[in-house]
Protein backbone atom coordinates (compact mmCIF):
# COMPACT_ATOMS: atom_id res chain seq x y z
CA UNK A 1 0.00 0.00 0.00
CA UNK A 2 2.97 2.47 0.63
CA UNK A 3 3.42 1.99 -3.22
CA UNK A 4 0.73 3.04 -4.14
CA UNK A 5 0.60 6.19 -1.94
CA UNK A 6 3.73 7.32 -3.76
CA UNK A 7 1.88 6.73 -7.05
CA UNK A 8 -1.47 7.31 -7.22
CA UNK A 9 -2.30 11.04 -6.20
CA UNK A 10 -6.18 9.58 -5.06
CA UNK A 11 -4.28 7.81 -2.30
CA UNK A 12 -2.67 10.59 -0.92
CA UNK A 13 -5.55 12.32 -0.79
CA UNK A 14 -6.99 9.56 0.98
CA UNK A 15 -4.54 9.33 3.52
CA UNK A 16 -4.47 13.24 4.16
CA UNK A 17 -7.95 13.23 4.25
CA UNK A 18 -7.88 10.37 6.96
CA UNK A 19 -5.39 12.75 9.37
CA UNK A 20 -7.69 15.60 8.84
CA UNK A 21 -10.60 13.78 9.90
CA UNK A 22 -8.86 12.36 12.46
CA UNK A 23 -7.95 15.32 13.92
CA UNK A 24 -11.32 16.82 13.89
CA UNK A 25 -12.95 13.87 14.97
CA UNK A 26 -11.40 14.11 18.01
CA UNK A 27 -11.79 17.32 18.70
CA UNK A 28 -15.67 17.74 18.13
CA UNK A 29 -16.70 13.79 18.85
CA UNK A 30 -15.23 14.06 22.33
CA UNK A 31 -17.32 17.96 22.79
CA UNK A 32 -20.39 15.75 21.26
CA UNK A 33 -20.25 13.18 23.45
CA UNK A 34 -19.34 14.97 26.62
CA UNK A 35 -21.74 17.71 25.85
CA UNK A 36 -24.92 14.72 24.62
CA UNK A 37 -25.11 16.67 21.10
CA UNK A 38 -25.33 13.37 19.48
CA UNK A 39 -28.63 13.14 18.16
CA UNK A 40 -28.22 17.06 17.29
CA UNK A 41 -25.11 16.21 15.10
CA UNK A 42 -27.21 13.78 13.66
CA UNK A 43 -29.89 16.15 13.00
CA UNK A 44 -27.72 18.29 11.26
CA UNK A 45 -26.17 15.75 9.03
CA UNK A 46 -29.05 15.04 7.75
CA UNK A 47 -30.58 18.61 7.16
CA UNK A 48 -27.30 18.87 5.05
CA UNK A 49 -28.44 16.28 2.49
CA UNK A 50 -30.84 19.19 1.41
CA UNK A 51 -28.42 21.39 0.46
CA UNK A 52 -26.19 19.02 -1.00
CA UNK A 53 -29.35 18.04 -3.30
CA UNK A 54 -29.74 21.99 -4.38
CA UNK A 55 -25.98 21.54 -4.96
CA UNK A 56 -26.91 19.48 -7.47
CA UNK A 57 -29.95 21.28 -8.79
CA UNK A 58 -27.76 24.89 -8.91
CA UNK A 59 -24.80 22.84 -10.44
CA UNK A 60 -22.69 24.23 -7.75
CA UNK A 61 -19.87 21.92 -5.64
CA UNK A 62 -22.72 19.87 -3.00
CA UNK A 63 -20.39 20.16 -0.02
CA UNK A 64 -20.65 24.27 -0.18
CA UNK A 65 -24.61 24.01 -0.31
CA UNK A 66 -24.92 21.34 2.12
CA UNK A 67 -22.43 23.10 4.55
CA UNK A 68 -24.53 26.19 4.04
CA UNK A 69 -27.45 23.88 4.78
CA UNK A 70 -26.13 22.37 7.79
CA UNK A 71 -24.60 25.67 9.26
CA UNK A 72 -28.63 26.99 8.92
CA UNK A 73 -29.94 23.86 10.67
CA UNK A 74 -27.02 24.42 13.63
CA UNK A 75 -28.16 28.19 14.41
CA UNK A 76 -31.86 27.87 13.68
CA UNK A 77 -32.22 24.29 15.67
CA UNK A 78 -31.48 26.49 19.51
CA UNK A 79 -32.97 29.63 17.97
CA UNK A 80 -36.35 27.70 17.39
CA UNK A 81 -36.11 25.85 20.57
CA UNK A 82 -35.63 28.69 22.83
CA UNK A 83 -38.34 31.08 21.18
CA UNK A 84 -40.55 27.65 20.73
CA UNK A 85 -39.98 25.92 23.84
CA UNK A 86 -39.89 22.93 22.16
CA UNK A 87 -38.64 19.54 22.56
CA UNK A 88 -35.08 19.51 21.48
CA UNK A 89 -35.50 16.04 20.49
CA UNK A 90 -38.36 16.67 18.64
CA UNK A 91 -37.17 19.64 16.73
CA UNK A 92 -34.40 17.50 15.67
CA UNK A 93 -36.38 15.50 13.98
CA UNK A 94 -38.41 17.70 12.35
CA UNK A 95 -35.68 19.11 10.83
CA UNK A 96 -33.59 15.48 10.15
CA UNK A 97 -36.58 14.42 8.17
CA UNK A 98 -37.07 17.73 6.10
CA UNK A 99 -33.56 17.85 5.37
CA UNK A 100 -33.64 14.28 3.72
CA UNK A 101 -37.14 15.19 1.88
CA UNK A 102 -35.51 18.28 0.29
CA UNK A 103 -32.60 16.70 -0.67
CA UNK A 104 -34.86 13.98 -2.86
CA UNK A 105 -36.64 16.58 -4.69
CA UNK A 106 -34.19 18.93 -5.57
CA UNK A 107 -32.12 15.65 -6.90
CA UNK A 108 -35.87 14.56 -8.37
CA UNK A 109 -35.60 18.41 -10.08
CA UNK A 110 -32.40 18.29 -11.81
CA UNK A 111 -32.24 17.34 -15.34
CA UNK A 112 -30.96 14.31 -16.67
CA UNK A 113 -29.63 11.08 -14.90
CA UNK A 114 -29.80 11.61 -10.94
CA UNK A 115 -26.39 11.82 -9.54
CA UNK A 116 -25.00 8.87 -7.44
CA UNK A 117 -26.26 9.41 -3.80
CA UNK A 118 -24.23 6.62 -2.18
CA UNK A 119 -20.76 8.10 -1.64
CA UNK A 120 -22.64 10.63 0.43
CA UNK A 121 -24.33 8.39 2.40
CA UNK A 122 -21.57 5.95 2.92
CA UNK A 123 -18.92 7.90 2.05
CA UNK A 124 -15.84 6.98 -0.68
CA UNK A 125 -12.63 8.86 1.21
CA UNK A 126 -11.00 7.67 -2.20
CA UNK A 127 -12.61 10.02 -3.96
CA UNK A 128 -11.71 12.77 -1.79
CA UNK A 129 -11.14 16.24 -4.13
CA UNK A 130 -8.78 19.08 -3.20
CA UNK A 131 -11.49 21.13 -2.30
CA UNK A 132 -11.88 18.80 0.58
CA UNK A 133 -9.10 19.28 1.57
CA UNK A 134 -8.24 22.23 1.78
CA UNK A 135 -11.70 22.94 3.66
CA UNK A 136 -10.64 20.10 5.75
CA UNK A 137 -7.52 21.60 6.17
CA UNK A 138 -9.00 25.25 7.10
CA UNK A 139 -11.40 23.49 9.71
CA UNK A 140 -8.60 21.72 11.49
CA UNK A 141 -6.86 24.53 11.97
CA UNK A 142 -9.47 26.69 13.13
CA UNK A 143 -10.61 24.05 15.62
CA UNK A 144 -7.19 23.48 16.90
CA UNK A 145 -6.70 27.57 17.60
CA UNK A 146 -9.66 27.49 19.10
CA UNK A 147 -9.82 24.71 21.22
CA UNK A 148 -6.23 25.38 22.54
CA UNK A 149 -6.23 29.03 23.40
CA UNK A 150 -9.87 29.02 25.25
CA UNK A 151 -9.49 25.42 26.44
CA UNK A 152 -10.53 26.47 30.33
CA UNK A 153 -13.30 28.47 28.71
CA UNK A 154 -14.21 25.61 26.48
CA UNK A 155 -13.93 22.85 29.38
CA UNK A 156 -16.44 24.94 31.95
CA UNK A 157 -18.58 26.02 28.76
CA UNK A 158 -18.95 22.00 28.38
CA UNK A 159 -19.15 21.07 32.17
CA UNK A 160 -21.67 23.75 33.73
CA UNK A 161 -23.04 26.07 31.16
CA UNK A 162 -25.16 27.22 33.86
CA UNK A 163 -22.44 28.17 36.51
CA UNK A 164 -20.52 30.02 33.33
CA UNK A 165 -23.98 32.13 33.25
CA UNK A 166 -23.63 32.95 36.70
CA UNK A 167 -20.07 34.30 36.15
CA UNK A 168 -21.35 36.47 33.88
CA UNK A 169 -20.07 35.13 30.69
CA UNK A 170 -21.53 35.39 27.19
CA UNK A 171 -22.84 31.83 27.24
CA UNK A 172 -24.26 32.26 23.61
CA UNK A 173 -21.58 32.70 21.71
CA UNK A 174 -19.74 29.41 23.02
CA UNK A 175 -22.60 27.87 21.97
CA UNK A 176 -23.35 29.55 18.51
CA UNK A 177 -19.39 29.10 17.56
CA UNK A 178 -19.42 25.27 18.75
CA UNK A 179 -22.94 24.58 17.00
CA UNK A 180 -21.60 26.41 13.89
CA UNK A 181 -17.81 23.69 14.08
CA UNK A 182 -20.23 20.98 14.58
CA UNK A 183 -21.92 21.62 11.22
CA UNK A 184 -18.81 22.37 9.16
CA UNK A 185 -17.25 19.28 11.20
CA UNK A 186 -20.12 16.45 10.04
CA UNK A 187 -20.46 17.99 5.99
CA UNK A 188 -16.22 17.44 6.00
CA UNK A 189 -17.04 13.82 7.62
CA UNK A 190 -19.55 12.85 5.24
CA UNK A 191 -17.24 13.03 2.48
CA UNK A 192 -15.13 10.38 4.04
CA UNK A 193 -16.87 8.17 5.80
CA UNK A 194 -20.68 9.28 4.63
CA UNK A 195 -23.57 10.82 6.22
CA UNK A 196 -25.25 7.68 7.99
CA UNK A 197 -21.93 6.65 9.39
CA UNK A 198 -20.54 10.27 9.97
CA UNK A 199 -22.26 10.31 13.93
CA UNK A 200 -19.98 6.92 14.62
CA UNK A 201 -16.72 7.80 13.65
CA UNK A 202 -17.36 11.25 15.84
CA UNK A 203 -19.12 9.29 19.19
CA UNK A 204 -16.97 5.38 18.87
CA UNK A 205 -13.51 6.97 19.37
CA UNK A 206 -13.97 9.23 22.10
CA UNK A 207 -16.03 6.27 23.73
CA UNK A 208 -12.90 4.30 23.07
CA UNK A 209 -11.06 7.04 24.79
CA UNK A 210 -12.97 7.58 27.76
CA UNK A 211 -12.71 3.85 29.32
CA UNK A 212 -8.88 4.81 29.70
CA UNK A 213 -8.86 8.61 30.66
CA UNK A 214 -10.66 10.95 32.65
CA UNK A 215 -9.01 14.72 31.48
CA UNK A 216 -10.65 16.07 28.85
CA UNK A 217 -7.25 17.04 26.93
CA UNK A 218 -6.26 13.79 26.90
CA UNK A 219 -9.79 12.68 25.93
CA UNK A 220 -9.66 14.69 22.72
CA UNK A 221 -5.87 13.58 22.08
CA UNK A 222 -6.36 9.78 22.56
CA UNK A 223 -9.76 10.56 20.22
CA UNK A 224 -7.36 11.44 17.39
CA UNK A 225 -5.26 8.71 17.84
CA UNK A 226 -8.12 6.25 17.66
CA UNK A 227 -9.35 7.56 14.71
CA UNK A 228 -6.55 7.97 13.01
CA UNK A 229 -5.60 4.27 13.83
CA UNK A 230 -8.94 2.73 12.54
CA UNK A 231 -9.07 4.83 9.13
CA UNK A 232 -5.99 4.23 8.30
CA UNK A 233 -6.16 0.70 8.76
CA UNK A 234 -9.85 1.00 7.41
CA UNK A 235 -8.21 1.89 4.09
CA UNK A 236 -5.64 -0.43 4.20
CA UNK A 237 -7.91 -3.00 4.59
CA UNK A 238 -10.65 -1.47 2.14
CA UNK A 239 -7.60 -1.28 -0.63
CA UNK A 240 -6.40 -4.99 -0.40
CA UNK A 241 -9.70 -6.73 0.02
CA UNK A 242 -11.45 -4.14 -2.43
CA UNK A 243 -14.31 -3.13 0.36
CA UNK A 244 -16.12 -0.42 1.04
CA UNK A 245 -13.85 2.33 2.85
CA UNK A 246 -16.15 3.56 5.10
CA UNK A 247 -18.47 0.71 6.34
CA UNK A 248 -14.58 -0.82 6.89
CA UNK A 249 -13.36 2.23 9.00
CA UNK A 250 -16.93 2.50 11.17
CA UNK A 251 -16.62 -1.78 11.61
CA UNK A 252 -13.22 -1.67 12.58
CA UNK A 253 -14.34 1.33 15.34
CA UNK A 254 -16.84 -1.00 17.00
CA UNK A 255 -14.67 -3.79 16.51
CA UNK A 256 -12.24 -2.13 18.97
CA UNK A 257 -14.11 -0.59 21.20
CA UNK A 258 -15.80 -4.20 21.87
CA UNK A 259 -12.49 -5.32 22.59
CA UNK A 260 -11.15 -2.36 24.95
CA UNK A 261 -14.36 -2.63 26.62
CA UNK A 262 -13.61 -6.25 27.88
CA UNK A 263 -9.95 -5.31 28.08
CA UNK A 264 -10.75 -2.92 30.45
CA UNK A 265 -13.52 -5.12 32.63
CA UNK A 266 -10.54 -7.76 32.83
CA UNK A 267 -8.03 -5.42 33.86
CA UNK A 268 -9.47 -2.94 35.98
CA UNK A 269 -12.22 -5.10 38.07
CA UNK B 1 -27.89 52.60 49.46
CA UNK B 2 -27.38 52.21 53.33
CA UNK B 3 -24.18 50.36 53.39
CA UNK B 4 -24.69 47.66 56.10
CA UNK B 5 -27.33 46.09 53.89
CA UNK B 6 -25.76 43.74 51.10
CA UNK B 7 -29.22 42.64 49.58
CA UNK B 8 -32.13 45.02 49.62
CA UNK B 9 -35.60 43.71 47.91
CA UNK B 10 -37.80 46.05 47.46
CA UNK B 11 -41.71 44.89 46.48
CA UNK B 12 -40.20 42.26 43.99
CA UNK B 13 -42.09 40.33 42.21
CA UNK B 14 -41.47 37.66 39.35
CA UNK B 15 -44.10 35.87 37.19
CA UNK B 16 -43.47 32.76 34.61
CA UNK B 17 -46.50 33.67 32.39
CA UNK B 18 -49.34 34.06 33.96
CA UNK B 19 -48.24 31.64 36.61
CA UNK B 20 -46.72 33.68 39.87
CA UNK B 21 -43.53 32.66 41.15
CA UNK B 22 -43.00 35.69 43.64
CA UNK B 23 -45.05 38.60 45.09
CA UNK B 24 -44.56 41.68 46.44
CA UNK B 25 -41.29 40.32 47.92
CA UNK B 26 -39.80 43.23 50.83
CA UNK B 27 -36.50 41.91 53.17
CA UNK B 28 -33.47 43.00 53.64
CA UNK B 29 -30.23 41.23 54.21
CA UNK B 30 -27.46 42.74 56.61
CA UNK B 31 -23.67 42.74 55.87
CA UNK B 32 -22.42 39.51 57.17
CA UNK B 33 -25.91 38.07 58.19
CA UNK B 34 -26.31 34.41 57.56
CA UNK B 35 -29.98 34.12 56.61
CA UNK B 36 -32.03 30.86 55.83
CA UNK B 37 -34.82 30.89 53.10
CA UNK B 38 -37.20 28.16 53.72
CA UNK B 39 -40.69 27.47 52.80
CA UNK B 40 -42.63 24.92 50.36
CA UNK B 41 -41.44 23.38 47.21
CA UNK B 42 -42.66 25.45 44.11
CA UNK B 43 -42.63 28.65 46.70
CA UNK B 44 -40.51 30.63 45.12
CA UNK B 45 -37.09 30.20 46.85
CA UNK B 46 -34.96 29.50 43.40
CA UNK B 47 -36.66 31.96 41.62
CA UNK B 48 -35.64 33.95 44.30
CA UNK B 49 -32.14 33.11 44.07
CA UNK B 50 -32.38 33.63 40.25
CA UNK B 51 -33.84 37.13 40.83
CA UNK B 52 -30.45 38.01 42.84
CA UNK B 53 -27.80 36.57 39.72
CA UNK B 54 -30.29 38.42 37.43
CA UNK B 55 -31.05 35.29 35.46
CA UNK B 56 -34.81 36.04 35.46
CA UNK B 57 -36.87 39.50 34.96
CA UNK B 58 -38.66 41.01 37.68
CA UNK B 59 -41.99 41.91 36.64
CA UNK B 60 -41.86 44.45 39.09
CA UNK B 61 -39.58 46.01 42.19
CA UNK B 62 -36.04 46.51 42.80
CA UNK B 63 -33.21 44.42 44.06
CA UNK B 64 -30.35 46.36 45.46
CA UNK B 65 -27.15 45.10 45.76
CA UNK B 66 -24.26 46.47 47.63
CA UNK B 67 -21.72 47.80 44.67
CA UNK B 68 -18.71 46.70 46.74
CA UNK B 69 -19.39 43.05 46.39
CA UNK B 70 -19.64 39.95 44.28
CA UNK B 71 -21.95 36.90 44.92
CA UNK B 72 -20.60 33.47 44.45
CA UNK B 73 -23.22 30.40 44.16
CA UNK B 74 -23.60 27.11 44.83
CA UNK B 75 -26.28 24.80 42.56
CA UNK B 76 -27.98 21.98 43.27
CA UNK B 77 -25.23 19.81 41.92
CA UNK B 78 -28.17 17.50 39.95
CA UNK B 79 -27.21 20.13 37.16
CA UNK B 80 -24.62 18.85 35.62
CA UNK B 81 -22.79 15.82 34.62
CA UNK B 82 -21.20 14.19 37.00
CA UNK B 83 -19.48 11.63 34.67
CA UNK B 84 -17.33 15.04 32.74
CA UNK B 85 -13.96 14.60 32.54
CA UNK B 86 -13.08 17.28 35.06
CA UNK B 87 -11.11 17.07 38.16
CA UNK B 88 -11.57 18.51 41.34
CA UNK B 89 -8.86 21.46 41.38
CA UNK B 90 -10.15 22.15 37.60
CA UNK B 91 -13.29 23.19 39.52
CA UNK B 92 -12.32 25.20 42.03
CA UNK B 93 -10.06 27.32 40.10
CA UNK B 94 -13.31 27.55 37.11
CA UNK B 95 -14.05 29.98 39.72
CA UNK B 96 -11.86 32.29 38.71
CA UNK B 97 -12.68 32.43 35.20
CA UNK B 98 -14.26 35.35 33.24
CA UNK B 99 -11.72 37.58 36.09
CA UNK B 100 -9.01 37.98 33.51
CA UNK B 101 -7.98 37.61 30.28
CA UNK B 102 -9.76 35.23 27.92
CA UNK B 103 -7.20 33.81 25.48
CA UNK B 104 -3.99 31.34 26.66
CA UNK B 105 -5.58 31.77 30.25
CA UNK B 106 -3.30 30.14 32.75
CA UNK B 107 -4.38 30.33 36.04
CA UNK B 108 -0.65 32.02 38.11
CA UNK B 109 1.31 30.60 41.40
CA UNK B 110 -1.50 32.84 43.50
CA UNK B 111 -4.89 31.50 42.10
CA UNK B 112 -3.54 28.06 42.43
CA UNK B 113 -2.32 29.11 46.18
CA UNK B 114 -5.71 29.88 47.03
CA UNK B 115 -7.21 27.17 45.41
CA UNK B 116 -5.19 24.93 48.12
CA UNK B 117 -5.55 27.00 50.59
CA UNK B 118 -9.09 27.00 50.79
CA UNK B 119 -9.37 23.41 49.86
CA UNK B 120 -7.24 22.77 52.75
CA UNK B 121 -10.20 24.99 54.77
CA UNK B 122 -12.71 22.21 53.09
CA UNK B 123 -10.93 19.25 53.75
CA UNK B 124 -11.03 18.70 50.21
CA UNK B 125 -7.29 19.19 48.96
CA UNK B 126 -6.52 15.53 49.29
CA UNK B 127 -9.13 14.86 46.85
CA UNK B 128 -7.27 17.90 44.12
CA UNK B 129 -6.94 15.18 41.73
CA UNK B 130 -9.72 13.43 41.60
CA UNK B 131 -12.76 13.13 38.60
CA UNK B 132 -15.68 14.62 40.43
CA UNK B 133 -17.62 11.47 39.68
CA UNK B 134 -15.44 9.48 42.34
CA UNK B 135 -16.68 11.74 44.94
CA UNK B 136 -19.34 11.11 47.49
CA UNK B 137 -22.61 13.66 47.74
CA UNK B 138 -20.58 15.78 50.53
CA UNK B 139 -17.44 16.31 49.01
CA UNK B 140 -18.30 17.44 45.57
CA UNK B 141 -21.20 19.88 48.00
CA UNK B 142 -17.54 21.55 49.17
CA UNK B 143 -15.93 21.62 46.10
CA UNK B 144 -18.63 23.63 44.85
CA UNK B 145 -18.62 26.03 47.91
CA UNK B 146 -14.97 26.58 47.08
CA UNK B 147 -15.85 27.38 43.50
CA UNK B 148 -18.28 29.91 44.90
CA UNK B 149 -15.56 31.26 47.49
CA UNK B 150 -12.50 31.42 45.14
CA UNK B 151 -13.02 34.48 43.57
CA UNK B 152 -13.43 36.00 47.15
CA UNK B 153 -16.81 36.73 46.96
CA UNK B 154 -18.76 39.12 49.43
CA UNK B 155 -22.00 37.41 49.22
CA UNK B 156 -22.69 33.93 49.42
CA UNK B 157 -25.71 31.98 47.56
CA UNK B 158 -26.80 28.47 48.20
CA UNK B 159 -29.95 27.10 47.05
CA UNK B 160 -30.37 23.55 48.94
CA UNK B 161 -26.81 22.62 49.06
CA UNK B 162 -27.54 19.67 51.67
CA UNK B 163 -30.51 18.02 49.81
CA UNK B 164 -29.91 14.16 50.14
CA UNK B 165 -26.92 14.53 52.04
CA UNK B 166 -26.20 12.27 55.48
CA UNK B 167 -27.22 13.95 58.87
CA UNK B 168 -23.39 14.35 59.47
CA UNK B 169 -22.66 15.51 56.29
CA UNK B 170 -25.40 17.65 56.64
CA UNK B 171 -23.77 19.12 60.00
CA UNK B 172 -20.30 19.51 58.65
CA UNK B 173 -21.55 21.69 55.72
CA UNK B 174 -23.19 24.01 58.36
CA UNK B 175 -20.18 24.28 60.57
CA UNK B 176 -18.16 25.19 57.42
CA UNK B 177 -21.16 28.15 56.03
CA UNK B 178 -21.29 29.26 59.79
CA UNK B 179 -17.47 29.88 59.75
CA UNK B 180 -17.94 31.17 56.49
CA UNK B 181 -20.60 34.01 57.51
CA UNK B 182 -18.01 35.56 60.14
CA UNK B 183 -16.46 37.25 56.70
CA UNK B 184 -19.13 36.69 54.09
CA UNK B 185 -22.85 37.14 54.00
CA UNK B 186 -24.20 34.01 53.22
CA UNK B 187 -28.25 33.28 51.82
CA UNK B 188 -28.79 29.40 51.72
CA UNK B 189 -31.89 28.07 50.51
CA UNK B 190 -33.16 24.70 52.81
CA UNK B 191 -35.37 22.21 53.85
CA UNK B 192 -33.62 21.73 57.19
CA UNK B 193 -35.92 23.30 59.47
CA UNK B 194 -34.89 20.86 61.96
CA UNK B 195 -31.35 21.75 62.08
CA UNK B 196 -30.65 25.41 60.27
CA UNK B 197 -31.52 27.24 63.48
CA UNK B 198 -28.36 25.93 65.79
CA UNK B 199 -26.76 27.91 62.62
CA UNK B 200 -28.20 30.77 60.80
CA UNK B 201 -28.91 34.29 62.12
CA UNK B 202 -31.97 35.24 60.84
CA UNK B 203 -34.65 33.39 58.27
CA UNK B 204 -37.09 33.91 55.98
CA UNK B 205 -40.05 32.38 54.85
CA UNK B 206 -41.75 32.34 51.13
CA UNK B 207 -44.33 30.72 49.87
CA UNK B 208 -45.14 33.20 46.34
CA UNK B 209 -45.27 35.88 49.30
CA UNK B 210 -42.59 36.78 52.02
CA UNK B 211 -44.69 35.09 55.51
CA UNK B 212 -41.85 35.57 58.10
CA UNK B 213 -38.56 37.14 58.11
CA UNK B 214 -36.80 38.08 62.04
CA UNK B 215 -33.73 37.23 64.12
CA UNK B 216 -35.65 37.24 67.02
CA UNK B 217 -35.63 34.54 70.22
CA UNK B 218 -38.79 33.04 68.92
CA UNK B 219 -37.89 33.34 65.59
CA UNK B 220 -37.73 29.11 65.67
CA UNK B 221 -41.46 29.01 67.31
CA UNK B 222 -43.22 31.47 64.51
CA UNK B 223 -41.20 29.24 61.97
CA UNK B 224 -42.43 26.08 63.46
CA UNK B 225 -46.18 27.25 63.04
CA UNK B 226 -45.66 28.06 59.77
CA UNK B 227 -43.99 25.30 58.72
CA UNK B 228 -46.74 23.31 59.84
CA UNK B 229 -49.23 24.01 56.83
CA UNK B 230 -49.87 27.77 56.31
CA UNK B 231 -49.01 31.34 58.59
CA UNK B 232 -50.95 30.80 61.86
CA UNK B 233 -53.09 33.73 61.50
CA UNK B 234 -54.46 32.22 58.53
CA UNK B 235 -55.21 28.87 60.43
CA UNK B 236 -57.06 30.72 62.76
CA UNK B 237 -58.71 32.26 60.24
CA UNK B 238 -60.29 29.44 58.92
CA UNK B 239 -61.20 28.11 61.75
CA UNK B 240 -63.32 30.94 62.36
CA UNK B 241 -64.71 30.74 58.72
CA UNK B 242 -65.60 27.11 59.45
CA UNK B 243 -67.44 27.70 62.94
CA UNK B 244 -69.54 31.14 61.01
CA UNK B 245 -70.31 27.98 58.15
CA UNK B 246 -71.03 25.95 60.53
CA UNK B 247 -73.21 28.00 62.56
CA UNK B 248 -75.25 29.60 59.53
CA UNK B 249 -76.31 26.17 57.99
CA UNK B 250 -77.01 24.78 61.16
CA UNK B 251 -76.21 20.77 61.89
CA UNK B 252 -76.34 20.40 57.81
CA UNK B 253 -73.37 17.45 58.58
CA UNK B 254 -75.48 15.65 61.36
CA UNK B 255 -78.86 16.08 59.35
CA UNK B 256 -77.14 13.77 56.65
CA UNK B 257 -76.52 11.04 58.52
CA UNK B 258 -80.26 10.39 59.37
CA UNK B 259 -82.46 8.42 56.86
Not at chain 1, 82 to 91: G, I, M, S, V
Not at chain 2, 33 to 41: A, E, K, L, T, V
Amino acid sequence: MINAIFKYSFMQNAVLAAVMASVICGIIGTIIVEKKLVSMSGGIAHSSFGGIGLGYLLNVPPILTGMLFAILASISLPMIKRKTDTNADTLIGVFWATGMALGILFIGLTPGYPPDMTSYLFGDILTVSSLYLVLMGILGVILVVLLTSMFKYWRIYLFDEAYMKVLKINVNWFEKILYIMIAMSIVLLIKVVGMILAIALLTIPPAIAKLYSKNLGRLMITSTVISLGISLLGLTLSYYFNIPSGATIILLAAVLYMISYYIKKILFK
Amino acid sequence: MDSQYDLRLENVSVYYGSVKALEDITFEVKNNDFIGIIGPNGGGKSTLIKALLGQVPLNSGKISINPEKTIGYVPQFAEFDQSFPICVEEVVLSGLIGQKKVFFKKYNKEDIDTAYCLMKKLGILELKEKQIGELSGGQLQKVLVARALISNPGILLLDEPTASLDVQVKKEIYEILKNVSNEVTVLIITHDIAEIFSYVKSVAYINKNLHYHGSDSKMRKNVLELTTGCPIEDLVRKEEELMEDFIKTGDKYHDQCHF
